[in-house]
């Protein structure tokens, strides 16, 4: 961050600590969906600050409290790929959390590939160098449990356990094209919780499947990592990558999503968020809102 963008960052911290709450959240009928320019600390303090502090979502003492981070670690690519979480913003995410008195944060997904090849991933060094850090890849079934779903297709299917005790849950998707959904972003992110997804693609219908999965799976927060954003060849990649360097982040699942995807053109054409069956699934569930109209988006930035 150079001197200009520092004092910028600096004063509006400042500010917005002055304002109440009530000026910095939407009113509950308009979710809003905050735009965040910048992977750093900083970034994440602004974010929360605006959201209403780390307090809102732990009530009781934070340095007694779990903390899940459940983002995309698919695959074992690089950042540059673009089919990940960049490991850069979930540790800076990490090191927020520590300073605010974190003292157990899990990181978890189900990967798609044997964990023997995630052995070198940059999100191993975050761990070993962050005690309150600890990496876990959920790729055996003791990690789950089974729950019944008032899906419309999806009836039954078997939850990551750690989702159902923590304090707080945060959703951590990267933004990437998929060519099964369209977009792979914080609903679709929910499949690296369960353990059978071969079942959504080869019995069930996906993109309803999807959309029940979010009736039962509820993150208390979701926040979109478009550092760098795969607009095409996703869910795998290779595809074309472009360099975003920001955060999208909201309380409703369904609003960040909509909003996401409304900003990029994935596998090369736009389409409104109520074409995206996943995202209409799941608006029909009366997950969130999914009216671009309805939603406000506000923006924290150091440009």
């Not at 990029?264 to 109520?274: I, M, R, V, W």
Request: glycine share 6%; net charge neutral.
């Amino acid at each position: 961050m150079n001197r200009r963008n520092f004092i910028k960052f600096n004063a509006f911290a400042f500010f917005a600590s002055l304002l109440p709450l009530n000026n910095l959240l939407a009113d509950k009928d308009n979710p809003i969906v905050w735009e965040v320019s910048g992977i750093s600390t900083e970034s994440f303090a602004a974010l929360f600050n605006a959201l209403g502090g780390l307090k809102k979502y732990i009530k009781s003492d934070i340095s007694k409290a779990t903390i899940l981070i459940k983002p995309n670690i698919c695959l074992p690519y690089p950042p540059e790929n673009a089919t990940t979480t960049s490991p850069s913003a979930i540790e800076a995410l990490c090191e927020y959390l520590i300073r605010e008195g974190a003292k157990r944060i899990i990181i978890a997904d189900h990967t798609l590939q044997d964990t023997s090849k995630f052995n070198n991933i940059p999100l191993h060094e975050i761990a070993e160098k962050n005690p309150e850090v600890k990496l876990i890849l959920v790729n055996e079934q003791r990690y789950y449990s089974p729950v019944q779903v008032d899906g419309k297709e999806l009836k039954e299917t078997e939850i990551m356990k750690l989702a159902k005790k923590v304090d707080l849950l945060i959703n951590m998707p990267t933004a990437k094209h998929h060519s099964a959904t369209h977009v792979s972003l914080a609903i679709k992110n929910l499949m690296g919780m369960i353990w059978d997804r071969a079942e959504f693609h080869t019995k069930l219908d996906l993109h309803q499947a999807i959309g029940d999965l979010a009736v039962v799976i509820n993150p208390q927060l979701n926040i979109v990592d478009a550092s760098r954003v795969l607009l095409t060849g996703g869910p795998t990649g290779p595809g074309k990558v472009i360099v975003e360097n920001r955060l999208f982040a909201s309380d409703d699942i369904l609003a960040v999503d909509a909003i996401v995807a409304s900003r990029y053109d994935f596998g090369g054409k736009s389409l409104p968020p109520k074409q995206i069956a996943h995202l209409e699934a799941a608006y029909q569930n009366g997950i969130g809102e999914l009216d671009l109209n309805n939603i406000k988006i506000k923006t924290i930035g150091f440009e």
